[in-house]
């Protein structure tokens, strides 16, 4: 089995005399997109990522056995700060009851998410300080503008979605995200062996302020943020496919390389996800099927039908692993790489739109560049120009990752690609052949770091749809072939 190169830790600051800096936004075209992705920012978020990813693997334990991290879980155990993160998503839910929706007809979007929006404005500092200590929250308070607190609360208010667009997205996701990193930047959770911190910030934060997301969706009737239709892989979220896949991915123990391919013994098949009563049992336990359960709650008719992505994926013969790893390679072009996603997130000095000195330039890409044009970055930005750097596609252009210092070795650059769906075979396979393994080039061992974006389905072929019942379709060409 290939492993994948070791994970980072974020760094955290040890420094009392930390400036800390208004966060404000800096991406306003598409070609800032290209600077966002070498900078100091940008290799924060996938180190963090990667890191709590990491976490989520089961692990070898000394007797041979293996430990295993359900959202149930007994093992995870939950320190102060992670309980009163917990205590502060809950009083969120309790602003809900303080503003119900309001009972007028409308298709998306109810009225009231915005004055609920307006109440967790108003109470940011009093709840920030709720749940964390003032001496962080205070930290740079002598004679400077801002504090920990203006950053970490620029971050905490985008994570709830947009109370002027009525929305919901992947970028407010991205922006909790952001905010529990910032919190861990500033040493705001004790010091643990490798992965016990970090697993109960997934099981224990995030799990939790994913379903209260879920809550104001449904009780407001959010829209999705900058939504592809039935060609995104989710509506929303993205985060659970990442960690939920890397929930049933093989044990590892604390030397070992993450696995890039296999599953845990006795791991859900990945198709289960189109068969109802697999996903009802297994959301209890894994972030995956989790928010495939919601897409269950929300959606109506066949799976592969309003969720094709996700369907295209289940067929992937490789494991679990194969999975984790291409849903963090997607990640990286569907979220990070996209204009639409990353232009509200703001920048201070906890995620810094200053230009990382080992990041290479990133290629240019159809994500990257899926945005308004405007001028060239002015030389004195920190970030080179992008006209002066991009290459075109399949021109032998050094692969981005290669000069991170890191020893690894390079994989060669994908291009620009089609839409997700471009050339994507839409018949059905009669039941019982053996699906085409997955021709993505091997980019699971980059460092933190650019990486090139990829069409996102990562299986090669399309499987017939199956019924409810999880029994094949008998039709071999699926519906929407002509």
């Known amino acids: 089995m290939a492993y994948a190169q070791a994970i980072r830790v974020l760094a955290t600051l040890d420094s009392a005399e930390h400036v800390f800096i208004e966060p404000n936004k800096k991406i306003h075209d598409s070609q800032d997109v290209s600077a966002f992705l070498t900078s100091k920012a940008y290799t924060d978020i996938m180190t963090w990522i990667l890191q709590l990813n990491r976490s989520m693997f089961p692990l070898k ?86 504090t920990a607190e203006t950053e970490l609360k620029s971050y905490f208010l985008g994570s709830w979605g947009s109370g002027q667009r009525l929305d919901y997205g992947t970028g407010h996701e991205l922006s909790f995200l952001a905010f529990l990193g910032g919190i861990w930047k500033l040493n705001g959770f004790p010091k643990a062996d490798p992965g016990v911190e970090e697993r109960a910030i997934v099981v224990g934060v995030i799990h939790p302020y994913l379903e209260l997301i879920r809550l104001l969706i449904k009780t407001y009737n959010l829209e999705p943020a900058g939504s592809h239709g039935v060609w995104g892989l989710d509506d929303h979220s993205f985060v659970p496919y990442i960690f939920g896949s890397a929930q049933l991915s093989p044990a590892i123990n604390d ?18 996800v189109a068969n109802a009563k697999i996903v009802e049992r297994e959301r209890q336990s894994n972030l995956y099927f989790s928010a495939i359960g919601f897409i269950y709650d929300v959606k109506r008719g066949p799976f592969w039908e309003h969720s094709p992505m996700l369907f295209d994926i289940s067929g992937i013969r490789a494991g679990w692993g194969k999975i984790n790893k291409g849903m963090i390679k997607m990640y990286n072009a569907e979220v990070l790489s996209k204009f639409p996603v990353v232009q509200h997130f703001p920048f201070g000095s906890l995620f810094s739109w200053d230009h990382d000195p080992n990041a290479p330039v990133p290629p240019s890409t ?29 021109a032998g252009t050094q692969a981005p990752w290669a000069k991170s210092g890191t020893g690894t070795q390079a994989v060669p650059p994908m291009g620009s690609t089609a839409a997700p769906w471009a050339g994507m075979r839409r018949e059905g396979i009669p039941s019982g052949t053996t699906r085409v393994p997955s021709a993505l080039p091997d980019t699971s061992r980059m460092p933190p770091g650019p990486m090139s974006p990829v069409r996102a389905p990562f299986s090669a072929q399309s499987r017939p749809p199956a019924s409810q019942d999880g029994s094949a379709n008998v039709h071999t060409k699926a519906p929407w072939a002509k």
């Open 61 to 146: 334990l000394a007797d041979d056995t293996i430990q295993t991290w359900t959202l149930n879980s007994d093992a995870i155990q939950y320190s102060a700060p992670v309980r009163q993160l917990q205590g502060l998503l809950l009083k969120l839910e309790d602003i809900i009851q303080e503003v119900p929706p309001d009972t007028g007809p409308r298709r998306f979007g109810n009225i009231s998410f915005r004055r609920w929006s307006e109440v967790v404005e108003s109470r940011a500092s009093d709840l920030l300080r709720e749940c964390l200590p003032a001496d962080l929250l205070d930290r740079g308070s002598s004679g400077e503008s801002a």
């Open 255 to 272: 030397t070992d390389l993450t696995p890039e391919e296999g599953s845990l013994l006795n791991a859900p098949d990945p198709a289960g």
């Open 366 to 394: 159809v994500h990257a560049t899926s945005g308004p044009q405007s001028r060239p970055i002015a030389p004195d930005s920190g970030h080179p120009s992008v006209a002066a750097t991009r290459s075109m596609p399949g």
